[in-house]
Every structure is written in structure tokens, then in C-alpha cells.
């Protein structure tokens, strides 16, 4: 008997121990090394005087990418791992403004039906190779081509003839590839409008595109990612998976990539023929950890030194002031909503959020202040409006807050069947979320927000992750009531009013968001070439939008990310996807004798 | 061992059990390969309802893609066509599994999934890497690890937790049990990371390269950790079985040494149990782990299953579920001559 | 209810006859003499009335957020290093919400319990019964049953549950009791194999002992060899598998719950089942570095099941086992 308490007790000890443990390690593990970074260190690390540690900037991207295919890859990751290798025709600066990226200059006709880009002289990949356009060409066409399968083929549809050609049936009979290549709008040329000869053709520095109307933010979408030329022979040669090799990814961009160990590792080297503003000073170590205990484990241990932070180390973080220091947030690219479905039946039942004052009740009582300290503890922030701060067209002007009374208020307001809460729980209203720990959390609070500021009982509706995108696919499934964002795919009010919220949009048509002149004030603002003429339009558009609250428009995304103070002169912007300056990579240093 | 049969006659007995064995495979295959189509086909959305939080591929380019796979045939076709073969729309014959295709990785945009999982990576100057670096290879090597971690912990520790019953040894190996089969992986991971990357330095917390031996302890102690607890428990269980047997006392009787007695005859009959549940242990230990893989960033096809559910890449699904499935039958099959070895009295052909 | 008298001779040679007491009532004095296994059974006996009494024995709501509380420091750590003093209202802390971790812990024991007792039951009983036919009686049905397991084998468990959650979890069927049902279902679907096999492997090898054979040769039918002889002398094994496969199951819960698939969570606190020690574990492993004691109360719950259930186990074992009849 004695023995069996001993043993017992020696457990319980022992789990205590461990878990105790696990909560001090801060004092441990920050070393002397944590000096304040001294500014004048910063500057001669590329000179690399004597033979110390090499310039490495390890940065923990969290999920491996599925695809690094510049015409079939979609995800944040992905594009974050292209980006390093190659360029686009344009680029972006630091206030995601467009600027010449491969491309040196680039031209409208006068009803932008079409654009010309001509090339930097003498543009080389990394291995020396010419690059002309005619790779560009080719990097069009493969976006387009229905046999590529790539799920961003879409985003160039403004091409003449490219809908057509991404919807033919390329196994008919009389498909013809070159046919096509023929009719859709993209050629490169030389200066004069001659004829290309091949790749090697250095002189050929002219891409035309064509569009089937007018598209004058083209030349913002000219510079993501399904424009980066990989090259046609290294995708023939190396098959289905070329794009796992470090010898098919041959680019342009400003580093190259070294070496490929999928699920481990990708390693960078700095590429010295980047026609960029500059040529980096250091290599770059991705790291895949995807659990963030882990990951902040490993940063604490110097083994990186830039990880994304997590909500849960928020207070390991505070408790420790060099920690503190080198926590920096800034706006991200996404805005986060609670979205309702606006069709007229839910259930056989006439749906509540048809009428736009229970709409404004469910906005108004939405605590977006409390859900970012309780929630996202800090990591993201709250907002009333659509574009988030940063972008173009960002307009702080909203009829909507955080107003309890306000939103009580509108309810009584609401129609007849709506008017007190006591008619809405009723009808047994449920929220709907794709199931992961975090957005239970997320979803418990939403309910305990309701139920505190408008006195509804919402029901938790947990589905699968992948369920729920195929809930919102369909009109007649969309939820009721769920959460959902959008992030900037490039920096355009196109990309946020039109893309997004016109209603023939598939984003607006699911959950059936109509409304006439806002649809008539986005396309006039598409087609018009004036850039005051045309924010101003975006904006009356973003105005009209606010005012029909189709969602209670909730918080942006942050960027919060740890990095090591012998990491400097990054310039944030809210497109950076995996490490503070990703977007401008050239600017940042790393002083690689600051490092333990 | 008696009287010794003729050789030939052991192995014409063998041979036809294992052809037996072997034709049962179909069987198997057809029916866990039918069942998981079934299911998968039943749950809501498709290999292009990505992440929520990320962009919507469009109507017009689904329908493309579906043509593009074939998804849009009807489902007994898909179903034929992965697991015999179909025509394609130019009339040529497109093999499925007999041939050892097991489809194309929707998610990773048509790379073939026996490509994703067998298939090593290339090396450092692009050199072809041998195959046990593809993510089977590397599942494969860690659950072998973690399989004589277990066994040759677990095994003597259940043996001389009951030789030595209510000794320390004995409270020791309940403790290691109790600890295995409370925590969780992904608890018992974040521990040892803490205690021996963080604190004694012994490791990274992020391995670089998989070519040290060093790095593959942790994950293999965590993946071994729950096989260790349950082969100590169940051998202890088994020896203490053992141990009250009349041949135990004959032996002892006939003045066998001690050491002799324990081997030959305790450990070898306690064993039965012990190596019934290796048949699946190994099986689940070799096909890697998704918490083990999510923790120590491991290359390993683990994840691939699970990730393959989530995201509908139905190729994937199914190929892993049948490439599973063969697995376990392999060894439980091995697992049986195991028995016949261990003891002779049970006979193959029963 | 005795043991065929020529058959007991052989099986325990030892094995006085002194009949003053029928085996049942000896075994349970056997099993009163353990203490180490009373004590198993009253830990166990406590958690079940824990589980029953969660309303009146948790301080607090488990679902009630409080703003601006969240990850409160348990009652010994007077202060975090983030600043953060603890409130002797919530003894173990607060969670990611600021909800009370102590009534959460004992509200776990609800999920839990049911989680790892249930479907363990179901397990055990359709296990060995499958696994002795096919072990005993050899030959077609052997090879019938034994296929059959090894399709339900070569699902890999974790796979069948993933797939069997996602597809079904939004039908009627994986809404039924918080999906709890379709929990026990596709637990126990995949677990009996495992029991069968064992039982098959413990019974190939029983039926070439000399007592078997004995039995057998006195014409002693067969269901009665297989409860008489085959179930007792099979028993330890089975005993160690339950006590592995309830704290296994508990185990599993929480890994669905890595992977998003775990039970639905109430929304409102009359619900039955609110959260489990997996979910637990869960938030306390994410939360490791600022706030590692959430793992403490789970931990520390599955520990003592664990144990309770070894203790109890080893004592039954002796206590039932046919060669200890008369001893003392």
C-alpha cells in the first residue's frame, strides 16, 4: 500500500516537474547574445571580410508547399517559395505601388484594350541563359492552357480569347493547340513587331497583350506569380515533378534555389544576375515546422530567426523583455468577416439576414475589440470597413461600429417576424465553422458575443475544413451565418470591389449579394484609365457596399512575426507572406557575426 | 522440433500457404479499395474545395479540371478505371493498380501518387538518391527504428518486471507504461524537445539533414514510445502467465540452469502475445505518423494520408489506403510464420 | 460451476480440494486481499461518480467566457512571468478563453469515461469471441475470420476514423449525441481485430497444451471448453488489453481533436458533454510555453485511469486465474 502512494506520488511529481519545466526555459535560454543590435554592424555584412559564418536568414514557413509550379501553384506558401526564384514583369514597392520588374517600362493603348511591356536589356537567368520574351509568352499561354490545369488560370481571363481557350476540351478530336496560341491575345516580338526567333533571341524584348476589354490594373496582375517565366524545356525534361529539383528551377528572381529536401528544407543562395534594384546579401534557409510550440521552441534556441508568432506564446513573449523586442506586427493582407447568406429561404423558413436591420444588428454587436484581445490576443485588428489599411483604396469611412445599443436598436427596427431576439432563437439560428481547435475557440467566443450584446443563442456548427468551402460553393448551402475573409491576390481595388462583390462574381453570387449601381459604379471604374477618376469610383462603389452590409465587416489580418535582432532593414509591406521584407527581399541584412 | 520431416515436404507446405496467403490480397485490395471509394465519394466536396481562407478556384476552370482527371465519368468507371484500367477519350488503354498506378495527386496538379511516395528526391547536385529517401523510404526506416526501440526495451523490461516482481524495475516499467499510454505523441513530443533540444543541447530542435543518426532518435522514441509501454505491460502479463506453468517446474525439476530456464523456456512462450501485436504495430509504425511528422518536420508519407482526406485528392486517399492494406497483411503473414517458429506445436496449414 | 474434476487435476496440480467455498466468492476475497487493486477500483468508482456529478461538483460554468481572463496561472504560481497573478476562484487556471480549467478537467471525466469505457466493452466482447472460434476451431473458419480481420486491419485505424468522420459527422448519424455514437461505432469497428488476433494467438497455442487435450479427449463439448478452459487461461491478456485500450481511446479522442475531427462542442451548458481530457491535453500542448499546468489536471486524470485499471487488472487476473484456486 505504501509503495503503490510512493509511486503514485513519484508520478504526480514528475508530470508536474516536466510540465513546470516547460513554462521557465525564457530565463535559460536568452543568452548575452541578445545585445541590442548595433546599427553600424548592420552595413558591411556583404563584404564578407573574414571567413565567419555565412549570412543565412532561417525562416520557418510552417507547411510545405503541395506544388512550386509558377502556373499551378495557389497558396501563400507556394508563392512565397516562387517569389525568391523568379520575377514578374512588374513588381511592387514598398508602398505596393506597381514599379518595372522584368519588364523596364510598359504602355496602354487609349482604351487599355491593350498593353505593351518592353523588357530590361539583356535580362539573364541565374545560369547565364538569355531571357527574352518570348519567355513570358510562354508563361501566358501555360497559365491559359487547359492542360496545364492550374487553379489561378482564371486571374488572366481579361486576355482576348484566353476564357475560350481554358475552356476547350483539349482531349476533342479537332482540339489544335497551336490554333489557339494563335488567337489569344499574348505575342512576343521584337522592338519593330517582327516575329521572334527563339529563346536565345536577345532582341526580343516586346510583349503584347490583348485584352477582350478594357483592363488598365493589368499590368499589377503582369507581376504575380503565374507570369514568372520558368523555362518550357526544364518543365519538358523534368516531368510531372520538375519542380522539385533545384536544376529545373532555373530564374530570375533574386536568389536561386540550392537545394531541395521536401519536408525539410529549401535552401537560397543570392542570384548575381537579378536585374532588381539590388542583388541580396545573404542566403535563405526555409524551414518547414508546422506545430508553433515547437517552432517557437526552436526560435528560442536560435535556430531560427524569423518565425511566425502564435497567440498561445503571446504571453511567454510578454514575460520577457528581449522577446518583447523582437515581436513586430504590422497590417497584413486579408480582412475577416462574419458573412451572411443572403438568400430568401433558409430551411424552408424565410431567412432573418435578408432584412438589412437584423444585418446591422448582428454588425453593430460585434465586439471587434474584444475579439482582438480574447481571441487573436493583439494579432490581428479591428475594422469597420472592406480594404485594409495599406491597400489602395483603403477608406476608413464606415456607418457601421461597435455599438450594443445601436444593434439592439436595429433589431426592434428589423420586420415584424425578426424584431427581439426572442423571434430569432426561435429559430434555432446555428454558425457554422470548419472544425479545427482554433476556430472552436474562435466560434465559442462569437457565441458568447451574441449572446452577451443582442441576447441571441447561436447554435456551434462544427463541419469539416474542406466541407465548409463546398457549403459556401452553393448557393443553397451556404451558411447561414459562418466566417470568412479575403486576402489580397494583388494590390487593386479591382481585386477587392470587382473581383469580389459584383454580382456576377462566384464570391457574391454565393451568398447573393446584389446590388445594381454598385455593379454599374465598379465597371465604369474597371474601364477607366484616369488613376483619380478611377479610386474615386472605387470608393463611392466601397461606400454603396458598407451601407448594404452584406457582412458584419470584423478585423484584419496582422502580420506577427519574431525576428532576431541581426536581422535588419526589412521594409514591411501587408503582401509579405513568410518573413518581414519578403516582398523586397534586397533590402533586408542579416550579421551573420551578431549570430551565437 | 520431434522427428525432422523432409525438407521438401516443409517447403511444398510453405509454398502453397504463401500463394494462398498471397491470392488473398485480392480480395482484401478490392474490398478496402471499394469501401474507401465509397466513403470518400460520400463526403462533401472535391479535390478543388481548397482552404477557405485561400482563393476559390473558379466554376469554369473545375470543369475543366474534372474532364482534365476524368471526374466527371460516373463513379463505377472512376472506380474500375483505378483499380483495373480504362480507355481514355483517344481510345488507348490507361492501366490502373495491376500495373502499380495508383492515379494522379489532384493536389499536387497531377503528379502520380506512386511518384509522390516512392520516389527519392533528388540529391544535392541532382543526383538520383537511392529509394529509402522517398517519403516510404524514410517511414519505412523511422518505424523500423522505433519497432527495436520498443522491442528491445519493452520485451526485457516486461520480462524482468515480472521475474522481479514488486521491485523498482517493476515500478519502473509501470511508470514508462502509464506514461506511454496517457500522453499522447503530440505531448510526449514537445517534452523530450524541450528537455533534450532545448535544455541539454543534445539535438536541433529542427533537424537540417535526416543523414545523421542522431536527429532520428526523438521521433523514434515518440513514434515506439505507445508499442514500448503496451509490449512491456503485456510481456510482464505474459511472463507472470509463464511462470506458474508445470513445465517451468519440470524444467527447474530436470536442474536446468536458471539462465537457461528463463530463456528457453519462459521468455520464449511469454512471447505469443507479444509478437501478435508487432504484426499491425509494425504496419502502423512503418506508414509513418502524422503527429510525429507535423512535430519533427519528418519527410515521412504519414502526412501524406491524412492531408489527402482533408484536401478530397481521392488518388492519394485510395493509394495510400490500399498500399496500407498490403502492409498489414504482409505482416500479419510474417507475424504467423513467426508463430510457427517461436512454437512449433502450432502448425501453418491450421 | 466447477471445472470438470479430471480436467482440474491437470490444470492445477496443486490445487487442493478444499471445497468450503464456491470459486466466486474465493475469487473475490482473493481480489479483497490486493489492496493495490481496491484502491484501482475505487479510483475508477470515483471518476465514474465525478463524471455523473460534474453540475455539482465544478465551481463554475465550463463554457462561461470571462473577458480579459484568459490563461490565469493555477493557484501555486503566484504570478507568470507575463505578468499575470492567479485567482483563487479558479484553483487550475484559466484556458485560452478565461474559462475555469478545474470544472473543465471534471467535465472532461464525462467524455472521457464514456469515450474509453463503451466502446472498450463492445471491443472486448465481440473480440474474443471471434478470436476464440477462429483459434479453436481452425481451419475454414479460422481462415474466414481471419481475413475478414485483415480487411478491417488494413484500414489503417487513424485513416478509418478521419474518413468515417468526415463523411458522416454532418448526417444524422455524427450529429446523434454530440456525434458521440458515431464516435463509439467507428472506434469499435476497427478496435475488435486487434482482441481477436490476440485471443486467436493465446488460444493456437492453449489448444496444444496437454489439459486442453485432455478435455477434449474426455469428450468435454466445445463452448465449454472455450469458457471453462480457453476464457480464464486467456483472461491476463485480455485484462492488460482493456487497460490499455480505454486510456488508448481516451488517447484517440484527443488525436481526432488534433486533426479537427473531435466531438461537437455545446453551445449552451445544459449540454451533457462539454469537453474531454483529449481536448484538454490538446489546448495544453499548443499552449506549452506560456501556459503548460493546462496539461497538468488532464495528464494527471488518464495517468491515474491508467493505473487504476493496471491495478485492478493484475488483481482480477490472480484473483480468476484457475491454478491460484485454494491458495492463499
Known amino acids: 500500500m505504501r509503495k503503490l502512494f510512493a509511486l503514485l506520488s513519484l ?135 487547359p492542360t496545364t490545369g492550374g487553379e489561378y488560370a482564371s486571374i488572366t481571363d481579361e486576355i482576348l480569347n484566353a476564357p475560350e481557350w481554358r475552356a476547350a476540351d483539349a482531349s476533342a478530336d479537332d482540339y489544335n493547340r497551336d490554333e489557339w496560341t494563335a488567337k489569344v491575345g499574348v505575342k512576343a516580338s521584337h522592338a519593330d513587331g517582327s516575329d521572334c526567333a527563339d529563346y536565345e533571341d536577345a532582341a526580343c524584348d516586346t510583349l503584347t497583350l490583348t485584352f477582350s476589354k478594357p483592363a488598365p490594373y493589368f499590368h499589377t496582375i503582369a507581376g504575380i506569380w ?93 514575460g520577457d523583455a528581449d522577446l518583447t523586442a523582437q515581436h513586430i506586427t504590422w497590417p497584413g493582407s486579408c480582412t475577416i468577416k462574419i458573412q451572411f447568406s443572403l438568400q430568401p429561404t433558409w430551411n424552408g423558413m424565410p431567412n432573418p439576414f435578408t432584412d438589412k436591420k437584423v444585418r446591422e444588428a448582428f454588425a453593430f454587436a460585434f465586439d471587434a475589440e474584444g475579439w482582438v484581445t480574447d481571441v487573436d490576443g ?48 426561435a429559430m434555432g439560428l446555428k454558425i457554422t465553422f470548419g472544425d479545427t481547435p482554433r476556430n472552436r475557440q474562435r466560434t465559442e467566443w462569437l457565441v458568447a458575443n451574441y449572446q452577451k450584446h443582442l441576447g441571441i443563442e447561436l447554435g456551434l456548427d462544427p463541419v469539416d475544413t474542406t466541407t465548409f468551402t463546398a457549403l459556401q460553393k452553393d448557393p443553397n448551402t451556404y451558411p447561414l451565418l459562418s466566417r470568412g475573409g479575403w486576402c489580397a491576390d494583388y494590390p487593386d481595388q479591382q481585386n477587392w470591389l470587382s473581383v469580389y462583390w459584383r454580382s456576377d462574381t462566384t464570391f457574391a453570387s454565393r451568398p447573393g449579394y446584389v446590388n445594381a449601381e454598385f455593379d454599374a459604379l465598379v465597371n465604369e471604374a474597371d474601364a477607366t484609365l484616369d488613376p483619380v477618376k478611377r479610386a474615386e469610383l472605387y470608393q463611392q462603389a466601397q461606400q454603396i457596399l458598407l451601407n448594404d452590409v452584406p457582412a458584419a465587416f470584423g478585423y484584419n489580418s496582422l502580420n506577427h512575426y519574431m525576428v532576431k535582432p541581426w536581422v535588419t532593414g526589412y521594409q514591411l509591406t501587408p503582401q509579405d507572406a513568410v518573413f518581414p521584407g519578403d516582398t523586397l527581399p534586397w533590402t533586408i541584412t542579416v550579421d551573420a557575426s551578431m549570430m551565437p | 522440433m520431434g522427428s525432422q520431416p523432409k525438407f521438401s515436404r516443409i517447403e511444398a507446405v510453405v509454398t502453397t500457404y504463401l500463394i494462398r496467403r498471397l491470392l488473398w490480397l485480392i480480395p482484401v485490395i478490392l474490398v478496402v479499395g471499394a469501401v474507401t471509394f465509397i466513403l470518400m465519394h460520400n463526403t462533401p466536396g472535391g479535390p478543388w474545395d481548397t482552404d477557405p481562407e485561400r482563393r476559390q478556384v473558379d466554376a469554369s476552370t473545375v470543369q475543366s479540371l474534372e474532364s482534365f482527371y476524368g471526374l466527371d465519368k460516373p463513379l463505377w468507371r472512376q472506380f474500375f478505371a483505378y483499380m483495373i484500367g480504362d480507355f481514355n477519350n483517344k481510345g488507348e488503354f490507361v492501366c490502373g493498380l495491376p500495373c502499380g498506378n495508383f492515379g494522379p495527386s489532384y493536389r499536387q496538379r497531377g503528379v502520380p501518387v506512386q511518384a509522390i511516395l516512392f520516389s527519392p528526391p533528388e540529391g544535392e547536385d541532382g543526383e538520383m538518391r537511392p529509394w529509402y529517401y522517398s517519403r516510404f523510404g524514410y517511414s519505412l526506416r523511422l518505424g523500423l527504428i522505433a519497432l527495436v526501440i ?88 505474459s511472463m507472470l502467465e509463464v511462470l506458474r506453468q508445470d513445465y517451468i517446474r519440470t524444467a527447474r525439476a530436470k536442474g536446468l540452469a536458471e539462465w537457461a530456464v528463463v530463456i528457453v523456456h519462459m521468455v520464449k ?64 503473414l510474417s507475424v504467423d510464420f513467426i508463430y510457427v517458429l517461436v512454437d512449433p506445436r502450432i502448425r501453418l496449414d491450421e | 460451476m466447477t471445472a470438470h474434476p479430471a480436467v482440474s487435476q491437470t490444470i492445477a496440480s496443486f490445487g487442493e480440494a478444499t471445497k468450503a467455498k464456491t470459486p466466486n466468492q474465493e475469487a473475490i476475497e482473493r481480489l479483497m486481499r490486493n489492496k493495490a487493486s481496491v484502491m484501482g477500483f475505487f479510483v475508477i468508482l470515483l471518476f465514474i461518480l465525478v463524471a455523473i456529478f460534474a453540475r455539482v461538483l465544478s465551481p463554475h460554468d465550463p463554457l462561461e467566457i470571462t473577458s480579459g481572463q484568459k490563461y490565469l496561472p493555477p493557484m501555486w504560481i503566484k504570478e507568470t512571468p507575463g505578468g499575470k497573478a492567479s485567482n483563487p476562484d479558479y484553483p487550475l487556471g484559466t484556458d485560452s478563453l478565461g474559462r475555469d480549467v478545474l470544472s473543465r478537467v471534471i467535465f472532461g471525466a464525462r467524455v472521457s469515461m464514456v469515450v474509453g469505457f463503451v466502446p472498450t466493452l463492445v471491443i472486448v466482447v465481440i473480440g474474443t469471441l471471434v478470436g476464440m472460434v477462429a483459434g479453436y ?152 510555453n506560456a501556459q503548460p499546468w493546462i496539461l497538468l489536471g488532464p495528464a494527471i486524470c488518464i495517468a491515474l485511469v491508467v493505473l487504476a485499471f493496471t491495478f485492478l487488472g493484475d488483481g482480477l487476473r490472480d484473483a480468476l486465474d484457475p491454478r491460484m484456486r485454494g491458495t492463499k
Not at chain 3, 476497427?190 to 493456437?204: D, E, I, M
Open chain 1, 226 to 318: 503565374v507570369s514568372y517565366p520558368a523555362k518550357q524545356e526544364n518543365i519538358e525534361e523534368g516531368g510531372d515533378l520538375w519542380w522539385n529539383s533545384s536544376k529545373y528551377q532555373i530564374g530570375n528572381g533574386p536568389f536561386v534555389m540550392k537545394t531541395v529536401e521536401p519536408f525539410v528544407r529549401q535552401y537560397f543562395t543570392p542570384n548575381a544576375n537579378f536585374a532588381g534594384p539590388a542583388v541580396p546579401s545573404y542566403d535563405i534557409e526555409y524551414l518547414y515546422i508546422t506545430d508553433s510550440a515547437v517552432s517557437f521552441e526552436a526560435y528560442r534556441n536560435d535556430e531560427f530567426d524569423v518565425i511566425a508568432s502564435a497567440a498561445e506564446d503571446l504571453d511567454a513573449i510578454s
Open chain 2, 269 to 332: 512462450n511469454a512471447l505469443i502475445p507479444v509478437i501478435t501485436i508487432l504484426g499491425p504495430s509494425l504496419a502502423s509504425l512503418v506508414t509513418g505518423s502524422f503527429i510525429i511528422e507535423t512535430m519533427f518536420a519528418f519527410p515521412g508519407m504519414g502526412r501524406a494520408y491524412v492531408q489527402a482526406i482533408g484536401q478530397r485528392d481521392y488518388s492519394m486517399i485510395m493509394g495510400t489506403t490500399i498500399i496500407f492494406a498490403v502492409l498489414v497483411a504482409i505482416a500479419n
Open chain 1, 11 to 145: 508520478l504526480v511529481i514528475a508530470s508536474m516537474l516536466l510540465a513546470a519545466c516547460g513554462g521557465t526555459p525564457a530565463e535559460t535560454t536568452d543568452e548575452p547574445g541578445a545585445v541590442d543590435a548595433p546599427t553600424e554592424a548592420a552595413a558591411p555584412a556583404d563584404s564578407g571580410t573574414e571567413e565567419a559564418k555565412p549570412a543565412v536568414l532561417r525562416v520557418n514557413v510552417g507547411t510545405y508547399p503541395d506544388i512550386i509550379d509558377p502556373q499551378k501553384s495557389s497558396f501563400v506558401i507556394e508563392i512565397a517559395t516562387l517569389k525568391l526564384i523568379y520575377q514578374g514583369l512588374t513588381s511592387l514597392n514598398e508602398n505596393l505601388e506597381t514599379v518595372p520588374g522584368a519588364a523596364e517600362s510598359w504602355e496602354y493603348n487609349e482604351d487599355a484594350t491593350q498593353l505593351v511591356f518592353t523588357l530590361q536589356p539583356d535580362l539573364k537567368y541565374s545560369d547565364g541563359s538569355t531571357l527574352n520574351a518570348k519567355r513570358f509568352e510562354f508563361a501566358f499561354l501555360r497559365n491559359i492552357d
Open chain 1, 378 to 425: 493583439d494579432l490581428s485588428s479591428p475594422t469597420w470597413t472592406w480594404i485594409p489599411p495599406g491597400y489602395p483604396g483603403y477608406d476608413p469611412e464606415s456607418p457601421l461600429n461597435f455599438n450594443p445599443e445601436a444593434a439592439k436598436a436595429a433589431l426592434a427596427e428589423a420586420s415584424e417576424e425578426f424584431n427581439s431576439a426572442e423571434k430569432i432563437n
Open chain 3, 137 to 288: 476451431l481452425g481451419g475454414r473458419w479460422d481462415n474466414l475470420l481471419m481475413r475478414l480481420t485483415d480487411v478491417i486491419y488494413a484500414f489503417p485505424d487513424l485513416l478509418f476514423f478521419i474518413i468515417v468522420m468526415v463523411s458522416l459527422r454532418d448526417s444524422w448519424l455524427g450529429q446523434f449525441m454530440n456525434g458521440m455514437f458515431l464516435l463509439f461505432i467507428s472506434l469499435a469497428v476497427v478496435n475488435w481485430v486487434g482482441v481477436a488476433r490476440l485471443v486467436r494467438g493465446q488460444v493456437l497455442s492453449l489448444k496444444q497444451k496437454e489439459f486442453i487435450e485432455a478435455a477434449r479427449a474426455i469428450g468435454v463439448r466445445t463452448p465449454r471448453i472455450m469458457t471453462h478452459h480457453l476464457l480464464p487461461n486467456t483472461l491476463g491478456v485480455i485484462i492488460v488489453l482493456i487497460a490499455f485500450r480505454v486510456p488508448g481511446l481516451i488517447i484517440t479522442e484527443a488525436i481526432l481533436g488534433y486533426l479537427g475531427l473531435g466531438l461537437r462542442p455545446p453551445a449552451n451548458s445544459d449540454s451533457m458533454f462539454v469537453t474531454s481530457w483529449g481536448g484538454l491535453l490538446l489546448e495544453g500542448q499548443s499552449a506549452i
Open chain 2, 150 to 237: 520498443a522491442i528491445s526495451i519493452g520485451i526485457p523490461l516486461g520480462a524482468i518486471a515480472a521475474l522481479k516482481q514488486n521491485t523498482i524495475v517493476d515500478y519502473v516499467s509501470l511508470l514508462v507504461a502509464t506514461a506511454g499510454v496517457s500522453l499522447p505523441g503530440f505531448v510526449i513530443a514537445i517534452f523530450l524537445i524541450i528537455i533534450f533540444a532545448s535544455w541539454l543541447d543534445w539535438v536541433d530542435v529542427v533537424p537540417r539533414s535526416w543523414d545523421e543518426i542522431r536527429v532520428w532518435i526523438l521521433p523514434a522514441v515518440v513514434l515506439g514510445f505507445g508499442t514500448l509501454a503496451f509490449t512491456a505491460r503485456l510481456m510482464r502479463t
